[in-house]
């Protein structure tokens, strides 16, 4: 098989994924292409997709030693591919195991999006939430970077240098996470205190999945210039912006991209990143609407915002790329039920309308559609909160209404 390589990818890639119960065919398909689309951003080219249906991973291989000998041979076919990644977070064991077998390098999805989160952090903040998350990840996984000095046999007298390199890299580990833990308790500090002197103006913190608009809706409404990219993570540092609607001052953030099976240590790492979210008066939830997955993608994010929050706080649901929306319309033969595939956008937006009221509108950031619509929903709904707060401004609100008129 020959593989086209060019200047954009570095690194050749094979994908691996499951079918399990907890994970129907169908999803693990939409994973993988996420997982394509993670590798491109890493750098690398993905050139083949693995799946294997088991009722659960293997836990010595993930996969069966069957599935893992033919993804072997296709290695040994192709001397071009430089790497495996595999959908789930592999086990020490496991990655030992897989890479003894394969004999090339192995990467898990929480390696993956570390390596990105590495290569997107731009603020010495970020650097060392990142790198914390980089030594959580690696420390159960040290024996593996030292199996060339392991020896044969073991028994008393037999214990070689591997043992002890191993305990002194242990060690070193512990000591820097505990030294980068103290360094983001001072960032803490400092960012609570940045928080703390913005005063008691409106926060509206901007959310979503990842690659969904959440910067290019930030730079329309706060006139910014906050890196946009078509790529997973292309934001990482959280961006705060003073923005004004109608003499309406509040605080915007855009903060970091959720995607689903997200490491449990980036949540613990990015804790003061979060805390935008925490302490935002107004969540501003979007959603791509032209991703045929984008109500699996809704949800998630709801789950991890609960995660985060532990309440439930206001928010309103930006609906974007309306733009982009492909919609299969129905032949009049067919009696299939109808789904999200083939339903039209007027059709969804009734049906999100009748789920979330006046609290979601449909707009394009890019082609600034429904962009003043929007603009008058975050007018109204920031004016109740700054009301509720400042009792005695209500009448301010009604003089530049009257005067507007």
Not at 43 to 51: H, N, Q, S
Not at 71 to 77: K, L, N, P, Y
Not at 201 to 210: D, E, H, K, P
Not at 375 to 404: T, V
Request: charged letters at 30%; one cysteine or more; glycine letters at 4%.
């Amino acid at each position: 098989m020959e593989i086209q390589q060019t200047e954009i990818y570095s690194e050749n890639a094979v994908l691996v994924g499951l079918i399990t119960q907890q994970q129907n065919e169908t999803q693990a398909k939409e994973y993988l292409s996420e997982l394509a689309f993670l590798a491109e951003t890493a750098g690398a080219l993905p050139v083949k997709k693995y799946f294997q249906r088991l009722p659960y991973s293997n836990p010595r291989t993930f996969v069966g030693e069957g599935k893992l000998a033919e993804i072997q041979q296709f290695i040994a076919d192709n001397e071009e591919i430089t790497m495996v990644i595999f959908d789930d977070e592999l086990s020490p064991k496991q990655l030992k195991n897989i890479e003894q077998e394969l004999k090339i390098k192995v990467l898990d999805r929480t390696n993956l999006i570390l390596d990105i989160f590495a290569k997107r952090a731009q603020t010495a903040y970020a650097k060392t939430q990142v790198e914390l998350a980089q030594c959580q990840y690696m420390l159960p996984r040290l024996t593996r970077l030292w199996t060339h000095l392991e020896r044969q046999r073991g028994g008393i007298g037999m214990r070689g240098p591997g043992e002890t390199q191993i305990e002194t890299d242990r060690r070193i580990l512990l000591r820097k996470i505990s030294l980068l833990k103290e360094d983001l308790k001072d960032i803490d500090k400092q960012m609570s205190a940045q928080r703390k002197n913005r005063g008691k103006m409106v926060r509206v913190a901007l959310v979503g999945y990842t690659n969904v608009g959440k910067s290019t809706l930030m730079n329309l409404l706060a006139k910014s210039e906050v890196f946009a990219e078509n790529k997973l993570f292309a934001t990482l540092d959280t961006t705060v912006r003073k923005v004004i609607i109608d003499n309406l001052p509040f605080l915007l953030s855009d903060t970091v991209g959720f995607i689903r099976k997200l490491p449990t240590h980036l949540i613990e790492s990015f804790k003061s990143t979060l805390d935008e979210v925490r302490e935002a008066d107004l969540l501003v939830h979007i959603v791509d609407i032209s991703h045929k997955n984008f109500e699996e993608q809704y949800y998630t994010v709801n789950k991890t915002l609960a995660e985060i929050t532990g309440e439930e706080k206001p928010a309103i649901v930006v609906f974007n790329k309306i733009d982009n929306f492909m919609f299969v319309q129905k032949e009049e033969d067919d009696l299939s039920p109808l789904t999200k595939e083939n339903l039209s956008l007027e059709d969804l937006k009734r049906t999100w309308f009748a789920k979330l009221h006046e609290n979601c509108i449909f707009i394009s950031a890019t082609e600034k559609q429904n962009i003043d619509e929007l603009k008058n929903l975050l007018y109204k709904k920031i004016k109740e909160i700054h009301i509720e707060r400042y009792p005695y401004n209500d009448f301010l609100f009604q003089k530049y209404e009257l005067e507007d008129e």
